[in-house]
C-alpha cells in the first residue's frame, strides 16, 4: 500500500518561496509519477504539477508555470514541489499523490494522497 507523508506547508508573504516534500514508502515507485495537487476552501481539488519517476518528464497547471519546480530523488523516494513568487491565490492545502505516468500526466488524477499539508500566502 502506498504511503505518502507531506511537509513543508507554511505561511508566507504574498511573493515569498516554500518548498514543500513529500516521502514516499510502500510501493515500487520507478514506473509511477509522482505529483501534487491542492484545495482551497470551497473549490474542488486540482492538478498542480507531476514528475515521471523513471525520467525527468514534467507536468503543471497553466497557473503555476514558470514559478513552480517539481523534482524528485531518487534515492530517498522522496519528490519536492518549490514553489516561488507566491500568491494568494495559492493558498491551499496540498496534497501530495502517486499514480500511473497516464494516470497522472493525461487524466490529472490519483487514487494514492498523503494527509495534506498547508500553505497560506498573505497578501
Known amino acids: 500500500q502506498v504511503q505518502l507523508v507531506e511537509s513543508g506547508g507554511g505561511l508566507v508573504q504574498a511573493g515569498g518561496s516554500l518548498r514543500l516534500s513529500c516521502v514516499g514508502s510502500?510501493?515500487?515507485?520507478?514506473?509511477?509519477?509522482m505529483g501534487w495537487f491542492r484545495q482551497a476552501p470551497g473549490k474542488e481539488r486540482e492538478f498542480v504539477a507531476a514528475v515521471a519517476w523513471y525520467n525527468d518528464s514534467t507536468e503543471y497547471a497553466d497557473s503555476v508555470k514558470g514559478r513552480f519546480t517539481i523534482f524528485r530523488d531518487n534515492a530517498k523516494n522522496t519528490v519536492y514541489l518549490q514553489m516561488n513568487s507566491l500568491k494568494p491565490e495559492d493558498t491551499a492545502v496540498y496534497y501530495c499523490?502517486?499514480?500511473?505516468?497516464?494516470?497522472?500526466?493525461?487524466?490529472?488524477?490519483?487514487?494514492?494522497w498523503g494527509q495534506g499539508t498547508q500553505v497560506t500566502v498573505s497578501s
Open positions: 499523490a502517486a499514480d500511473t505516468v497516464p494516470t497522472m500526466f493525461i487524466y490529472r488524477s490519483s487514487d494514492n
Open positions: 510502500g510501493h515500487t515507485f520507478s514506473n509511477y509519477a
